[in-house]
């Protein structure tokens, strides 16, 4: 299918590995130039080189940690007018309920509900203006069913959520169109920790506590960042401007939800 947003530009964030790199890679593919920002330089730059040499697209990379007001003004001067924007950070750390201070909390909130709104502040007044523009939330299935030892996560994310769900449909008469995509467990470095955090919990080995993670999944296995970003990449695309504010599980079928 031809997505329709060749010669479109996006913004990915935090895109160097994982589901960031996996959309960035996906909207490559359909023709899309990209501007990229990871902290790490080595990663981000080796990504950049990659993706536009594979698929022929202009990829801008620019090191930044997103979460911090400063570094998020450059990538935004570096991202000028997108048409595209699909927000991530990396995941607040596991937990218990009652190891979190305010602090905790704070930097959880900072990164993963109020980095994104700043993002869409500063970029979809110019989408709304210019009459089209598409907008990605990489967000988790801890909204729709919270997972213990992500508090922190299902805090944060949520309230992004509920921001997501009365900003989208104030802005999808312009031509914009904000959505969530939800992960669910897909094979990255950050699958990879939390398979060790299940480990170091319960005595298994780390490959014993990935098979017990896959066999609650009923794909049986984890998801990979390809089809994560296929996904990302329709939400993106042309054919998707009638899809509003909506939250879209990416996870095997693992939260088990009538709707
Ligand atoms: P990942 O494999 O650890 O990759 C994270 C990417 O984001 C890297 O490129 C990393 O590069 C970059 N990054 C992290 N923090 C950043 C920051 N503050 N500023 C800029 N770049 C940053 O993680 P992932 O698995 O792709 O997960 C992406 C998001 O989805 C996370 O929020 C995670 O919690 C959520 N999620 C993941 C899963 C899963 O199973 N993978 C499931 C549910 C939710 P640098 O470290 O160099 O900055």
Redesign the pocket.
């Known amino acids: 299918m031809d997505l329709g947003i060749r010669g479109r530009t996006a913004l990915v964030?935090?895109?160097?590995?994982?589901?960031?790199?996996?959309c960035a890679e996906a909207l490559a593919q359909a023709g899309v130039d990209l501007v990229i920002?990871?902290?790490?330089?080595e990663?981000?730059a080796a990504?950049a080189g990659d993706l536009a040499a594979r698929y022929g697209v202009r990829v801008t990379p620019v090191v930044?940690?997103?979460?911090?007001e400063a570094?998020r003004a450059r990538v935004l001067q570096a991202a000028g007018a997108v048409d595209i924007l699909v927000t991530?950070?990396?995941?607040?750390p596991p937990g218990v309920w009652t190891d979190w201070t305010r602090e905790d909390f704070l930097r959880a909130i900072d990164?993963?509900m109020l980095?994104p709104i700043a993002l869409m502040q500063a970029l979809v007044p110019g989408m709304m203006a210019r009459g089209w523009g598409r907008v990605v939330n990489?967000?988790?299935?801890?909204v729709k069913a919270p997972?213990d030892v992500?508090g922190l996560?299902n805090t944060a994310r949520t309230g992004l959520t509920g921001f997501v769900a009365g900003t989208a449909r104030q802005v999808a008469g312009k031509g914009v169109a904000i959505n969530n995509l939800?992960?669910?467990?897909?094979?990255?470095?950050?699958?990879v920790?939390?398979d060790q955090g299940v480990s170091a919990k319960t005595g298994k080995t780390v490959e014993e506590a990935k098979r017990m993670r896959e066999a609650s999944i009923p794909a049986g296995r984890?998801?990979t960042?390809a089809e994560f970003g296929a996904a990302c990449a329709f939400l993106c695309s042309a054919h998707a401007g009638f899809i509003i504010g909506q939250n879209i599980l990416v996870?095997g079928g693992a939260i088990n939800l009538t709707m």
């Open positions: 964030t935090a895109a160097s590995k994982g589901l960031g790199r996996g920002c990871a902290r790490g330089e990663a981000l990504t930044a940690d997103i979460t911090d570094a991530n950070a990396g995941g607040p990164g993963n980095t990489i967000t988790s299935g801890s997972i992500l996560s939800l992960p669910g467990i897909h094979a990255t470095d950050r699958a920790a939390l984890y998801g960042a996870d």
